[in-house]
């Protein structure tokens, strides 16, 4: 499976844009970049995914770069309620394979 | 609301004994996930049915079994419930394996799992 590199861990303000970012230098043209989170004590929860285009959704944005190497995950105004462990995963057609994640610290 | 619902919540067991979680959907989902995940650790997954066809990971220890009488409902065995199995067990559903690529995941709560 392709793998994918996240940052361990970010910090965010309350009300600030947030960029998370995802290397994934081996990925294959079939691969769906697919990003969930996790908050504490729940199981993982869809957030967006993509093949080439960017996409929009009412939780975030996902920017893919025009060779599909890295894509970043934005949340366009933090709350407290985004504290999670967010993972990027590539998929194609077979299984989730959840990576290391980074874990996102919003401050009042 | 459709859901993916895991029962119980929390489950403590004796080393050795054999332990069941299950899971419930309304979501009229073909496939149906079990994962674990360790603590501070990413889920892992252990195996998923799409429809009645069961398909385990290669690395899924024997000790972990599943079962899926209905579309809705699906369960977690673990026979001998060892010191290292405890974990979160989560299940999740999904529309359908053949696109799955472009498809979403819903995940339960979670089941945790203790074993004395």
């Known amino acids: 499976d392709a793998k994918t590199t996240q940052p361990n861990s970010m910090e965010s303000n309350e009300e600030e844009p947030v960029h998370l970012p995802c290397n994934h230098s081996t990925i294959s043209g079939t691969d769906y970049i697919h990003w969930y989170r996790q908050l504490p004590s729940q199981g993982p929860e869809y957030v967006i995914h993509g093949l080439t285009s960017n996409v929009n959704n009412r939780m975030a944005s996902l920017a893919i770069a025009e060779d599909r190497k890295s894509s970043t995950l934005i949340l366009h105004r933090a709350t407290l309620r985004d504290a999670a462990v967010y993972y990027c995963?590539?998929?194609?057609?077979?299984?989730?394979?959840f990576g290391g994640g980074t874990r996102l610290m919003v401050k009042p | 609301d459709a859901m993916v619902i895991q029962n119980p919540r929390y489950q403590v067991t004796q080393f050795g004994k054999p332990v069941t979680l299950s899971c419930s959907q309304t979501l009229n989902h073909n496939v149906m996930y079990w994962y674990q995940q360790k603590s501070s650790q990413a889920p892992k997954l252990l195996f998923h049915y799409y429809d009645k066809d069961f398909n385990n990971e290669a690395d899924t220890p024997d000790n972990f079994q599943s079962r899926r009488p209905n579309t809705s409902f699906c369960f977690l065995d673990i026979r001998s419930p060892g010191l290292g199995d405890a974990a979160m067990y989560l299940c999740?559903?999904?529309?359908?394996?053949?696109?799955?690529?472009?498809?979403?995941?819903?995940f339960g709560p979670g089941t945790r799992l203790t074993v004395l």
């Open positions: 995963i590539l998929f194609a057609g077979n299984m989730l394979t």
């Open positions: 999740a559903t999904s529309r359908d394996r053949r696109r799955l690529a472009a498809d979403t995941q819903y």
